[in-house]
């Protein structure tokens, strides 16, 4: 079986941050995915698609994204329902995020620019317990600007 999610977007509002009764982190958020298709009137539609996050994730995902940023997820779909107080019972699908990427530097999309983000640039949780740090610093350093040099790059060296 398998039941893996990727999705690329923007939230839409800013991050939910709440604690359990234990103490234990969590962070709802939505995200604004566009479609690869335009509809007849050739507008492009989004689907928004609630997340929840767990642990220091959920913290990381409150102090560090807001309304328009974006974020990048990885997770998985869940299912779960409750009696509302009407009696009636509510069915919730959301995706259960183990790991949010922050795609841009912060404040990038406030109109502040190229900023140097000393934040986290990602943040992942497989077990809920077990944080795994990827790639962090500055976004300014791209490997693949030549500067207008021509690069030197010997057939050797290319794959293919």
Known sequence: ML????????????????????????????LAVNRTFS??????????INCVVWQKP??????????????GVDGRIQTRSYDNNEGRKVFITEVVAESVQFLEPRGAN???GNESYGGPSSMGNND?????NRSSGSFN?????????PIDISDDDLPF
Do not use: H, I, M
Request: charged share 25%; glycine share 10%; aromatic share 8%.
């Open 3 to 30: 039941n893996r999610v990727v999705l690329v977007g923007r939230l839409t509002r800013d991050p939910e941050l709440r604690y359990t009764p234990n103490g234990v982190a969590v962070t709802n958020f939505t």
């Open 39 to 48: 509809n007849k009137q050739g507008e492009r539609e989004a689907d928004f």
């Open 58 to 71: 959920a913290e990381n995902v409150a102090n560090y994204l807001k309304k328009g940023s974006l974020a």
């Open 110 to 112: 406030s109109g502040q």
């Open 128 to 132: 809920y317990g077990k944080q795994q």
């Open 141 to 149: 350093n791209d490997p693949f600007a030549n500067d207008g040099k």
